[in-house]
């Protein structure tokens, strides 16, 4: 089985000033490809211990993979280490540089002239592609003379990245992984995960401990932010037989988690709302005081989403929830905007408004200031209306959640109500209407 | 100056499955105290890799820091290893198992036998208490005789600390941050971040090159989500005196860069924009199409956001932009909804019914699709309105922008509008009016 080192390279990975997120991603990656990976290393942007990591690492691993340093500043030096580290010259690469200058015409800028310095590579190495970005990194396989350099047993392959995410990621999918898949897998590593919400990390796992104690598939629990992961991974020589492997097991959790289950990989809260709203043919409103525009922003995010989401309203002060939404003065005196009888209202007033089949109402107090000891902060009220349906809910968060978790466990609590709505009442009777 | 190493220990760090929050936070804390750190190592919960990796970080470091690898079960290897390395036995501590003991008995769990692991520490080191659970760490100032064992220049220090953030910040506060500040600690790092939008980072380092050249107080730029940041740092024995030593350099900048920096270390556009709202006493209302609730969401995180933000509008539909904004029959039919003349309409429109000081609006194509050749993907167009000022901006997106991208860059834009509009017209009215 092949192995792979990561460097993330940067003195401000190791000033702790930026989060080092593409190694995570980066080794998820190769768990999947199937790409073993012992040693991961961090190093500033100092010529002398680049080269040492570099060396150190082409001498254990079979790969090596390089984030960061590939920057137009003077303190972006991964190539030039590269380079000095196999005694190769740094050359000029035209087509990239023309890569770069239509790029900055495309943007109608003009090119600095330090990145000009990124369309150098070393002698040897070929260019991977950036498509998102100016910056290319390099595939380099290194041959056997090269090696002997810095007496490393070949082949050695290197690999380097940007640091900014989403010029490695596009820069994976499109050239690295089915570089690496073509050259070093043995066999796949397949996972699938299975979304839970409403039931905590300790509950899922007492549940399904019988399944946790397999050796194959393996099930491990993840907690995410008030949701939990079920991941299912299986190995084997190809997808497909990795995909029967876990295939029982997934069918397992999928029976006896019913709707605690709301979806898979990377589907969300608001991508599941999406497709049962469309299955439905129903167009959902919202109406949101405390969360503030994110329940419409996380619904929006969807491709698609004009198709069901027509209005949405964030009705911050009491004047809009009475002239916009027709919550009562009445109900305004005796209960206040954090009501079970102002969500109703709302809920009711943003499906007439925007002539919805849904509305779906937030309100509540964020905080951290504006509460008080009867309506305290974290207390939250939602409220769905269909045209003969209508629910509360009242959520009584932890004080001391800070304002943007109270604003998102709300706004999830919210996606999770509509889901359930649809899946339960929704989703059956468009199917017996067929 | 010191030097520091970080070990992260755990195979689930190597595979990714859990991202290393612990490194950033403890590099952080490293600067503080002006502690060198020039690597930082991950390895998985193997005996020999983990000893090879304490065994090169003691070559070149003062002090070795690993988190991770303490807990009870049969994978959590750290103190094991580091007895091995250094050829000393594990002893028990009874006063440690007592603790231990007593926690399950506070918590009214009875303690799995194999907790008893953690009572034990290398001969020689001391504890290092774990307020917040049960697996201490070790403070061992390694003698001379025990480092010409492993053939390092002594004195060695290491510290360990379990993996779990909560417990690692505890024992870290509580007594490693005294214990490195007494004995290794040479003044402190300072650092402010000067965050600049509408400029990049080519072009930053290109207009700042001289100071990026100095050595002390450094500055770096750093590329960030379409924002760019240049970062002031300052050694020196005090606070006071770190500042002053900066100070010249962030005056500098702050002149020479006007408007272009908006912020200051964790300012972010929203919250410069809520500032400047509560400054001016100004109100504002957004309707927006493509963000779909982002820029509402964004301005409404900043706590206190009630003041200025009465109501804000999601119109996705026609309908909603003709109905509720009164956006035209005529211009949608001239111009369609992505036009410069429907955004005027738009922020005038939500102005007029939130009855706001100022109207912005945002449309757009957010793809992946609805993109047409006249009117492609990345097409976005921005309005701002006051009582006797409209400004309006179009957008040409790069249309290989995701559709998050493009919600997030129009957002940056529709945002830094408002923060131009208010530093330029507003603040100046309103000081002249005092």
New interface residues.
Partial sequence: MASAEILSIG???????????N?????????KLGID????????D?VA?IKE?FQ?ALRRADIVIATGGL?????DLTHECIAELFGVEMVFDEAVFERIKSLFA??K?KM????RKQAFRPAGAQILPN??GTAPGIIWKIDKQECNRIRAKPPKTILTFPG?P?ELKAMWHETAAPFLSQNYSEGVTWSRELKHYGIGESALAEKYAHLLALPSPTV?P?AGRWECRLRVTAKAPTVESAMALAKPVIDEIMRDSGTLCYGLDDETLESVVGDLLTKTGKSLA?AESC???????R???I????NY?????????N??KQE?LGVSEEVLAAHGAVSAESAEQMAKGIKK???SDLGLSVTGIA????GTPEKPVGLVYLGLAANDFYTGKELRLPSRLS??DI?LRSANEALNMVRLFLLEWAVPSAETSR
């Avoid at 905080?367 to 504006?370: E, V």
């Fill in positions: 003195t401000e990975l190791l000033l702790g000033q930026v989060l080092d997120t190694s995570q991603f980066i080794a998820t990656e190769l768990a990976s012992f040693f991961r290393t961090t190093v500033g100092n211990r990591v150190t920057g137009p500043t003077a303190d495309s943007l800028y600095p002239e330090s990145n498509p998102a900014v989403r491990a993840y919202v969360t503030g525009g994110l329940v419409s922003e619904l929006t995010d491709p698609g989403s004009s989401i027509k209005l949405n309203v964030v009705s911050y002060a004047e809009a916009l408004l925007a002539k905080g951290p200031t504006g304002r943007a604003r």
